[in-house]
């Protein structure tokens, strides 16, 4: 599971803390604040399962001040814990004073603390094991914005309303809007997020409590009294072994086209991608890999968002330099793409982590697993001009006899399409053992939960 699908997560519990308790009709900002201190618990669960809890907290000292507190168990057997802080001037218009949130895991740490800076407007600081980065925020966020939905809920809205809120994406630092719509009101009331890619929907019994939020059909928040939240099955479940194919197809690396049939569960977990197509033939799912060239005759597409720096993929000066070093005078996007591949994949020595490492980690420490070398690729090639980003999925390798394993690569944008490479592998132009999940947060978390069921059925394959 990657950055963006726990930071997801991390950032709906902190949204969900501040947003969905208000038993007592009020509308000033500040009043509708006071009437929800106090704590709530959470059960945290993927395609049923229980993988973790959250805690959320309204208190009034100093300042107006909302927290959340997540514990996951990943589904590699590692853990994960995020807390997260905002804090509000209690004086009108209760502007954003300090937002905070300390990431830890089995091996690193991380502090985002944003702030007003005193040439106006904000600043983050980004604390890491290797060292501290500040960039500049463009934001406006107060404590109307923190409890606008509750607001909203006040005014009695007619069923399809829709009403917009303004948040912070913690990932990319910059403004965010999410849309929310009223999709029945009769015993309690059912929201539903529209827009962004991704799927939520939030259940509030008559009283506006908030009883599920669902993210993505697999993924969901459960109110439960605190001593059944924090109760977890001690036995660590690991899914990183994978589902199985039906039979062995050879020596992966040779493999240039795979065609699969999929059983329900698979099915739901993949969708079409550079060299991937999902298609139904006699009422069964199929998923054909092609990994050829035929890879740069996939769609146009936008590049913004695979050239920003954000809080996982920085732009330090080292980063710079290490980058220029990687590409040397490499003249086109394709050339510098492959020296980047050869060189991420020299760079690190393989090693098995039970939790990612900020990329200042993998750069110091110079090894890791598949999502290092990933992570890695994309922010070298994103230093240099170079739109990038990390994709995961399963792969077939040939030491795992049929069995399909969670891997990590990048997708890299040369003559406007997308172009896949895998460094681990060392691969410029992956085999068509790669099947690649969902790029949306919520779906990659879904895709994850549903690893047990999955179900493979080799159909075709191509060793030319």
């Known amino acids: 599971m990657n950055r963006a699908a726990i930071v997801l997560l991390s950032a709906l519990c902190l949204w969900v803390g501040a947003n969905l308790w208000f038993p007592t009709p009020v509308t000033d900002p500040a009043a509708l604040f006071m009437d929800d201190v106090g704590e709530s618990w959470f059960g945290a669960y993927l395609a049923g399962e229980k993988i973790g809890y959250a805690r959320f907290v309204t208190e009034r000292g100093a300042d107006y001040r909302v927290s959340s507190h997540l514990t996951l168990r990943l589904p590699t057997g590692s853990w994960y814990h995020a807390t997260e802080s905002k804090q509000f001037d209690v004086h009108a218009?209760?502007?954003?004073?300090?937002?905070?949130?300390?990431?830890?895991?089995?091996?690193?740490?991380?502090?985002?603390?944003?702030?007003p800076h005193a040439d106006g407007g904000y600043r983050?600081?980004?604390?890491?094991?290797?060292g501290t980065r500040h960039l500049p925020v463009e934001l406006e966020h107060d404590l109307a914005d923190q409890v606008g939905l509750r607001r909203w809920l006040e005014s009695d809205p007619r069923i399809g309303s829709i009403h917009e809120l303004r948040d912070i994406d913690v990932e990319r630092l910059v403004p965010l809007t999410t849309r929310w719509q009223l999709v029945a009101a009769d015993a309690g009331f059912v929201l539903e997020g529209?827009?962004?890619?991704?799927?939520?929907?939030?259940?509030?019994?008559?009283?506006?409590?908030?009883?599920?939020?669902?993210?993505?059909?697999?993924?969901?928040?459960?109110?439960?009294?605190?001593?059944?939240?924090?109760?977890?099955?001690?036995?660590?479940?690991?899914?990183?072994?994978?589902?199985?194919?039906?039979?062995?197809?050879g020596g992966a690396r040779y493999v240039r086209r795979l065609v699969l049939e999929l059983n329900p569960a698979a099915a739901e977990a993949f969708d079409d991608a550079p060299g991937q197509q999902l298609s139904t033939f006699d009422g069964a799912t199929r998923l054909t890999l092609d990994r050829s060239d035929k890879a740069f005759e996939m769609r146009a597409v936008r590049q913004q968002d695979s050239l920003a720096e954000t809080v996982g993929y920085p732009r330090t000066p080292a980063i710079a330099q290490l980058s220029m070093q990687a590409v040397g005078d490499a003249m086109d996007n394709r050339?510098?793409?492959?020296?980047?591949?050869?060189?991420?994949?020299?760079?690190?020595?393989?090693?098995?982590?039970?939790?990612?490492?900020?990329?200042?980690d993998i750069?110091?420490?110079?090894e890791g697993d598949c999502t290092e070398y990933a992570e890695l690729f994309t922010t070298l090639a994103r230093a240099i001009g170079l739109p990038a980003r990390t994709v995961s999925g399963l792969v077939y390798r040939d030491e795992k006899g049929d069995r399909l394993v969670l891997h990590a690569w990048n997708e890299v944008v040369i003559d406007d399409h997308w172009f896949s490479v895998d460094p681990t592998w060392n691969e410029f132009g992956i085999d068509a053992a790669h099947l690649r999940f969902p790029l949306q947060p919520d779906r990659l978390m879904r895709a994850h939960g549903l690893l047990p069921q999955m179900r493979f059925k080799v159909i075709e394959v191509d060793s030319g």
């Open 93 to 115: 218009p209760h502007a954003l004073q300090r937002f905070e949130r300390v990431e830890h895991s089995d091996s690193s740490e991380e502090r985002l603390v944003i702030e």
């Open 124 to 130: 983050a600081t980004i604390t890491q094991p290797s």
């Open 194 to 249: 529209i827009g962004e890619g991704i799927d939520r929907r939030t259940v509030l019994d008559g009283e506006h409590r908030l009883l599920e939020l669902e993210i993505g059909g697999g993924l969901s928040l459960r109110r439960e009294p605190q001593t059944k939240a924090t109760l977890l099955n001690p036995a660590v479940k690991s899914t990183s072994s994978g589902p199985r194919l039906d039979r062995s197809i």
């Open 335 to 360: 050339q510098r793409a492959l020296r980047l591949t050869q060189f991420v994949h020299q760079y690190l020595d393989y090693r098995d982590a039970t939790s990612a490492l900020t990329v200042d």
């Open 363 to 366: 750069v110091a420490g110079r």
